[in-house]
């Protein structure tokens, strides 16, 4: 058994462990010890990740609040938003008096963990920023809800190993992945999206870099002249992505016609469905090899 297997299957006993007692207690990632009398019932998600994460381990009836940009599935969207880019809206989440709240490491103030524990709610601070780290997601949020991660575990790492399976060994496209146009962004280091990207057979010219979301320029851009741009968002951002993506006709990239966009919002969300959008980029890297 791999590293990576071993690793997933003890995440998955200290799940199924933790649910069976009637005390939950584990190490959050900002390595807290955070301790549950018994599973969560009333539970608020500040990142849309984790909502999926939530509903995908079967724990959705106990969500009663999520951040901003949790549209998926259906039932989450009609939740009440506590969260934003702004912070979190305190005096709206203490109406809901949730017990849990799950927040993203990425986004959260850990300064805001007092006050959110004084009206009644454990805090548990997550991380997934790989591929490998979504079973670890769905795990501890199936054991922080007495919820069962092991049936979407597997379907999420069967439907991973396909999309790299169908894919092994095709010829190499070096691409830009772009996040924004204006600044000009990408992603870069040890994202997901740039793991995406290898399952699909394509690499990211910038990847190298070590900030997650560099902003790079249009001179550093033309010097790597990757063989296509990519873009990804949701469907109502295509036709500016085109559009812009005219005017930089002296990019080699563009005079051939190697211009996709991703419309999906699960490639850019490290939860189970991201494999969605990898299908769906493999579908536009393909087009364009």
């Keep these: 058994m791999s590293p990576a297997r071993r690793a997933l299957a003890g995440a998955l006993l200290l799940a199924a462990a933790l649910a069976a007692r009637a005390e ?18 009333r539970v608020v998600t500040l990142a849309p990740s984790i909502t ?25 969207a009609r939740l009440p938003a506590v969260s934003s880019a702004f912070g979190v809206d305190l005096e709206a989440l203490a109406k809901l008096a949730p017990d849990l709240v799950i927040a993203w ?44 991660a092991a049936p979407a575990t597997r379907a999420y790492e069967a439907r991973l190993a396909a999309v790299r399976a169908k894919h092994a060994g095709r010829a190499p496209v070096r691409v830009f992945l772009e996040i924004s146009h204006r600044p000009l962004m990408t992603v870069a280091g040890a994202h997901f999206m740039n793991e995406a990207l290898a399952a699909c057979g394509a690499a990211n010219v910038f990847g190298e870099l070590r900030e997650v979301a560099p ?28 559009a812009a993506w005219r005017e930089r006709a002296g990019l080699e990239a ?36």
Excluded: M
């Design 24 to 41: 939950i207690s584990l190490v959050d990632d900002l390595g807290r010890r955070v301790a549950l009398p018994a599973p969560a019932t």
């Design 105 to 148: 490491k990425d986004s959260f103030r850990a300064a805001d963990i007092p006050r959110l524990e004084a009206l009644g709610a454990r805090v548990v601070v997550v991380q997934s920023r790989t591929l490998a780290e979504i079973p670890r997601l769905l795990a501890v949020t199936a054991a922080l809800t007495g919820a069962d």
């Design 254 to 289: 563009v005079r051939r016609g190697r211009v996709a966009f991703v419309a999906s919002r699960a490639l850019g969300r490290p939860s189970p469905r991201v494999v969605e959008g990898i299908e769906a980029l493999c579908a536009a890297v393909d087009k364009v090899r």
């Design 52 to 76: 999926e994460a939530a509903f995908a381990v079967g724990a959705g009836a106990r969500v009663v609040g999520v951040s901003a940009w949790s549209d998926y599935p259906p039932e989450a």
């Design 215 to 242: 902003q790079v320029s249009w001179e550093e851009l033309f010097a790597r002249n990757p063989a296509a741009i990519l873009g990804t968002g949701p469907a109502e951002g295509e036709a500016d992505f085109h």
